[in-house]
């Protein structure tokens, strides 16, 4: 168990992230955190971009998997529901427990899995407690939210270190 809050990589947005690569390095599984990271907060549809990005996951034998902390009652299911793909809200990273109940759900060991997301202390955090590869990816969108702002100031030594270290 580490206590790391470097990601490896840190990626423009989660298209970027190249589902041949990943499956080149033995991926199976991609937890994907919700907001900031697959659509803004309060978009409840996904983009047709994030939609082909889970086809060619699909197309490499990887599952897309919604790991969301989000409390608000039915929005992460909702949104894994548009998508097809299975999910856990209220997920509580940096904890391990979300990560292990998906990687089981899924069959599939942490170094078969990567976390996907947009914030150092739970995203980045809780894939490193679980053994899990965590891919930062840059917040689709700061604005309407002071204190957004201040945790992505606290948070940037960690995206500089991750960016000397990228998995794909
Ligand atoms: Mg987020």
Request: aromatic letters at 8%; glycine letters at 8%; proline letters at 9%.
């Amino acid at each position: 168990m580490s206590f790391s809050l470097i990601p490896r990589g840190v990626y423009p947005a989660v298209t970027h992230i190249s589902p041949k690569a990943l499956a080149e390095k033995g991926v199976r599984l991609v937890l994907a955190d919700l907001d900031n990271t697959l659509v803004p907060y309060r978009v409840t549809e996904p983009s047709r971009a994030v939609r082909q990005w889970r086809d060619a996951l699909a197309a490499e034998g990887i599952a897309l998997f919604l790991l969301s902390n989000s409390r608000k009652p039915g929005r992460p299911h909702s949104f894994a529901q548009k998508l097809d793909i299975p999910c856990i809200g209220h997920a509580g990273k940096p904890k391990r427990e979300g990560f292990f109940r998906a990687m089981e759900r899924m069959g599939v060991t942490p170094d078969q899995t990567v976390m996907v997301g947009d914030q150092i202390f739970t995203d980045v955090l809780g894939a490193n407690r679980s053994g899990v590869t965590p891919l930062l990816v840059k917040p689709i969108r700061l604005a309407g939210n002071p204190g957004r702002y201040i945790r992505y100031a606290v948070e940037t030594p960690f995206r500089l270190l991750g960016r000397w270290r990228p998995f794909v």
